[in-house]
């Protein structure tokens, strides 16, 4: 028969949950990497007033809505 102690269960349970732990911890932090990546996608930051604002089009030049300074497309890298 198969023996197992019971710091083995102990063992087997700990190691378990760290593994599960870090598996969801590595998938969060991939899906929100992606969601942040997929908001900034449409973002146009205006060099002129500094405004960031959202154009969904696909043109390469934008209109600013705060200051109507003619631009090209450039995200912000960061928030
Ligand atoms: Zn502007």
Redesign the pocket.
């Known amino acids: 028969m198969f023996q197992v102690s019971l710091i083995d269960l102990v063992a087997a349970y700990l190691i378990g949950s760290l593994m599960f732990l870090g598996l969801a911890w590595f998938v969060g932090a991939a899906l929100r990497r992606r969601r942040d990546r997929r908001g900034r996608e449409y973002l146009v930051f205006?060099s002129?007033?500094g405004?960031i604002y959202e154009d969904r089009g696909k043109a390469d030049l934008t209109r600013?809505p705060?200051?109507a300074?003619l631009q090209e497309r450039a995200r912000p890298s960061s928030l």
Request: proline share 0%; charged share 10%.
């Open positions: 205006c002129y007033c405004m600013c705060r200051c300074h």
